[in-house]
């Protein structure tokens, strides 16, 4: 069976480009604690690339905010939510040790 880790920050993309951080915390506020709410910025010309990062206190929270926002419209539009994905190896090996893998 396949496994994928689960953790507790997820990636949105798709968003509108006149979504603030603060608009991505409020969104996401209603599944739990979030400890972070960042969008990705263009350092060219400083606006945001439309995606960004939330994350949650606790893998739970972030689990039923994927579920239920995944999919929905948002300010005319689409969103995508997904587990974020670990960027260096080290990190997804201290996931693993966390014991954050599940099997689908």
Same mark, same amino acid.
Request: glycine letters at 8%.
């Given at each position: 069976?396949?496994?994928?880790?689960?953790?507790?920050?997820?990636?949105?993309?798709?968003?509108?480009?006149? &979504? &603030?951080?603060?608009?991505?915390?409020? #969104?996401?506020?209603?599944?739990?604690?979030?400890?972070?709410?960042?969008?990705?910025?263009?350092?060219?010309?400083?606006?945001?690339?439309?995606?960004?990062?939330?994350?949650?206190?606790?893998?739970?929270?972030?689990?039923?905010? #994927?579920?239920?926002?995944?999919?929905?419209?948002?300010?005319?539009?689409?969103?995508?939510?997904?587990?974020?994905?670990? &960027?260096?190896?080290?990190?997804?090996?201290?996931?693993?040790?966390?014991?954050?893998?599940?099997?689908?």
């Amino acid at each position: 069976m396949a496994k994928r880790l689960l953790g507790s920050q997820l990636f949105v993309s798709r968003l509108s480009f006149y &979504t &603030t951080n603060k608009d991505l915390k409020r #969104l996401f506020s209603p599944f739990g604690t979030i400890t972070e709410a960042r969008l990705v910025i263009d350092p060219r010309t400083q606006r945001p690339k439309g995606f960004g990062f939330v994350t949650f206190e606790s893998d739970v929270d972030a689990q039923n905010a #994927l579920k239920a926002m995944n999919g929905k419209i948002i300010n005319g539009g689409i969103i995508f939510v997904e587990v974020a994905k670990p &960027t260096r190896p080290e990190d997804r090996d201290a996931s693993i040790k966390r014991g954050t893998e599940i099997s689908e």
